[in-house]
């Protein structure tokens, strides 16, 4: 596929419980993006990763959220005992990268619906 | 803090009337401003990508235009398949070089 895709597109959990959402890149993108989307909001930034490293996690509201990256390709975001307002849809994005600190053109994956009950 | 507000939330139009979306926002310094398309269940479509004042760029039916303060997002004669949200956001110096905040959208509908 030449989109950026996202496993899986829904979640059911219960308070509590561990969840890992994936995303899977355009291939060649080395620039990374997590967002949270609640209904009737803009995404939210997560954290950015720029190859295997995350460049700015500022945007995870605490440390039940961590992600990783460990080839540069696919990311795994993870969410420890989740809480029922952790429920939205995670969106991933990725992009070539601008070493001058640009932007280019972000590609958004369909998202995962978290759903925690 | 950056902010955007964007409006209005929801927008009705009759196929053919032309209308503005209007995005405002407060940055430390604007590195970018970007316009995205959102259809229901799915991610934001990127748009345009505008970056000093005074700067146009179109799209079929859309315009985007930039002033110091905010930005317009102009749909000329727009037909039902233009009905989505369009969110804006931009990007700061302050910030990290990636991080981009976005504003809550306008949601078009296109009636027929």
């Known amino acids: 596929g030449a989109g950026v895709s996202q496993t899986p597109s829904n979640k059911v959990t219960e308070k509590g419980k561990y969840v890992e959402l994936r995303c899977d890149p355009i291939s060649g993108h080395t620039a990374l993006y997590w967002y949270r989307q609640s209904l009737g909001q803009g995404p939210e930034f997560l954290i950015y990763?720029?190859?295997?490293?995350?460049?700015?996690d500022s945007g995870l509201p605490n440390d039940r959220f961590f992600a990783v990256r460990p080839e540069g390709s696919v990311s795994t975001l993870k969410i420890q005992r989740t809480e029922r307002g952790d429920s939205a849809v995670y969106l991933c994005?990725?992009?070539?990268?601008?070493?001058?600190?640009?932007?280019?053109?972000?590609?958004f994956g369909p998202g995962t619906r978290l759903t925690v009950l | 803090e950056d902010q955007v507000t964007q409006s209005p939330e929801a927008l009705r139009l009759q196929e053919g009337e032309s209308s503005s979306l209007n995005c405002s926002y407060t940055v430390s310094g604007l590195r970018g401003l970007f316009w995205y398309r959102q259809d229901p269940g799915k991610g934001p479509e990127f748009l345009f990508t505008l970056y000093s004042a005074g700067e146009e760029k179109e799209k079929e039916r859309l315009k985007a235009t930039l002033t110091k303060k905010e930005s317009f997002l102009h749909i000329t004669a727009p037909k039902p398949e233009d009905s989505a949200t369009y969110l804006c956001a931009v990007q700061s110096e302050a910030g990290g070089y990636q991080k981009v905040t976005f504003g809550t959208g306008t949601k078009l509908q296109v009636i027929p």
């Open positions: 994005a990725s992009s070539l990268p601008d070493l001058a600190g640009g932007y280019n053109e972000q590609f």
């Open positions: 990763f720029q190859g295997t490293g995350a460049a700015d």
